[in-house]
C-alpha cells in the first residue's frame, strides 16, 4: 500500500469545496474522486522580523514579534548554541507572551563578548507557538569576534638623553587585548667586565644588576578595542 498526504492552508475564512481524482491501471475503477469539503477558521500567524542577527561587538537588537491571524498568538523563545561553552552570551526580553491578532510587540536580544574567545559563535533563539502552520520559528544569531589587532607607536627608540619616552599601544580588533612585556640587554658599557667580577669569587669590583638603566611602567595590561 501507498498514501499521499492533502495539506489544508487556507488564506481566508469561509468554506471551501474540491475534489480529488485519482486515475489508475485497474480495469474496474480507472478514475476514482474524493469530494473535499473544508472550513477555515481563524488562526493565529507568527511574524518575526527579522530572521538574522549578526554582530562582531557588544550589542543589542530589537525583533518584532507579530500575530498576523485572527486568533491570540500565544508564543514561547528558547535558545540553543550551536556549542555549549557554558557562557550566556545570548540575552532577551521578554521571553514569551501573548499577542492580540494584528497587533505586535518587541524583544529585545543583547550580545556580550565577556568570556567567549574569538571568533565565530553561532545560536538560534527558537519561537514555538499555537500557530498551527509554524512548529519552530528560528532566528539564527552569528557573533562574528575579530581578535585584537595590536599597534605599536613608535616602532622603535633612539635617544641620548635621559629621560621618559611613551610606547603607545592600541587595539584595532573587535577583543580584548592582553599584553606583556620583558627587557632584553643586548650590550650596555662595562657588561664584560661585570660578567668577569661575577665569575671572580677574588674580585673587589662591586657586583651590580644588568640593565639598571632601563625600566617599563606598566609592565602588562589590557587594551580595549578601539583603545
Known amino acids: ?75 514561547q523563545a528558547a535558545l540553543v548554541y550551536a556549542e555549549d561553552q557554558g557562557i550566556d552570551w545570548v540575552t532577551f526580553d521578554p521571553a514569551d507572551g501573548i499577542i492580540e491578532p494584528q497587533a505586535s510587540i518587541e524583544m529585545l536580544v543583547s550580545l556580550d563578548m565577556e568570556g567567549l574567545e574569538a571568533g565565530v559563535h553561532d545560536a538560534d533563539l527558537n519561537f514555538t507557538s499555537n500557530d498551527p502552520f509554524m512548529n519552530v520559528l528560528p532566528v539564527h544569531i552569528t557573533f562574528n569576534i575579530d581578535p585584537p589587532v595590536a599597534v605599536f607607536d613608535p616602532l622603535e627608540i633612539v635617544t641620548d638623553q635621559s629621560g621618559d619616552h611613551a610606547v603607545t599601544i592600541s587595539n584595532e580588533g573587535d577583543f580584548n587585548l592582553n599584553w ?48
Open 1 to 75: 500500500s501507498t498514501e499521499f498526504t492533502v495539506s489544508f492552508a487556507p488564506i481566508e475564512t469561509g468554506d471551501y469545496e474540491g475534489s480529488i481524482t485519482i486515475t489508475s491501471n485497474d480495469p474496474d475503477r480507472e478514475e476514482f474522486i474524493i469530494p473535499l469539503t473544508a472550513t477555515a477558521v481563524d488562526q493565529p500567524i507568527i511574524v518575526v522580523d527579522p530572521l538574522e542577527i549578526e554582530s562582531g561587538v557588544n550589542s543589542n537588537h530589537t525583533l518584532t514579534i507579530s500575530n498576523d491571524g485572527g486568533m491570540d498568538l500565544e508564543w
Open 180 to 227: 606583556t612585556s620583558e627587557i632584553e640587554i643586548i650590550t650596555e658599557p662595562g657588561m664584560d667586565d661585570i660578567r668577569r667580577s661575577v665569575r671572580s669569587v677574588n674580585s673587589s669590583n662591586p657586583e651590580r644588576d644588568l640593565g639598571e638603566w632601563i625600566a617599563i611602567e606598566p609592565a602588562e595590561g589590557v587594551v580595549a578595542p578601539d583603545e
